[in-house]
């Protein structure tokens, strides 16, 4: 059961993460299915019942204004639609054709899906928390540097967790308390936003580092 979970699990994440948000759901949910179907190694029956979940909730969340809480209960819907489908058919990753290969792509699944998660999901939930305060803060910066700042600083926390050395982490916050000392010095307001931002960034990769690190000790 565990092997199909992953399977669609991380075909979700690619399809709905790591393309562009400006990809046409049409072809998102195509990219769906074929990833979830290469990575099951067959059953296509159940990469397209998954497949149809995930447009029911695609369409129903552009019906719901967007905030964090509706972006994450889209997250959350997504993960119920790939647990209602590994329940209807939890062997399905076991007569496919990666079946012998189980033990040793569990951790790589585990492994790519915790970073996606870690980074490209980790970017729309900090902004969406950070968005009532972003105008009052008035931080002036080039374009998309703070998204791109928090990939890179996401992504270096989950691997500094996956490798076991997460007291690195404490390197990092001081370079950058270094590094925002002047804005954030000069306008308490920036320095609020700043330190709030950091810390939701730090803790949602953390959370998905140990996590994948618990799975794959578990596995």
Avoid: C
Avoid at 125 to 140: D, F, K, S, Y
């Amino acid at each position: 059961m565990i092997d199909a979970a992953l399977a669609l699990t991380l075909a979700w994440l690619l399809a709905f993460h790591l393309l562009p948000p400006r990809v046409p759901l049409p072809v998102r949910i195509v990219v769906v299915f074929a990833l979830g179907w290469a990575a099951l190694g067959g059953a296509a029956h159940v990469t397209a019942a998954a497949a149809l979940g995930h447009v029911a909730v695609a369409l129903i969340a552009r019906r719901v204004p967007l905030h964090l809480w509706s972006y994450l209960s889209t997250q959350a819907a997504h993960i119920v639609v790939i647990a209602a489908v590994v329940v209807w058919m939890p062997d399905a990753f076991a007569h496919g054709l990666w079946a012998a290969y189980a033990a040793t792509l569990h951790p790589l699944a585990i492994l790519l899906g915790g970073v996606i998660a870690a980074t490209l999901m980790g970017g729309p939930a900090v902004g969406l928390l950070m968005a009532p305060w972003r105008a009052a803060a008035q931080i002036e910066g080039l374009d998309n540097a703070g998204r791109i700042i928090g990939l890179m600083e996401r992504a270096l926390i989950y691997l500094m967790v996956m490798i076991g050395e997460p007291t690195g982490i404490g390197f990092l916050i001081a370079a950058k308390s270094i590094l925002r000392f002047e804005t954030a010095s000069r306008d308490q307001k920036a320095s609020e936003y700043v330190i709030i931002g950091t810390l939701a960034s730090f803790g949602w990769a953390l959370a998905w580092g140990f996590a994948a690190q618990s799975l794959i000790a578990a596995l």
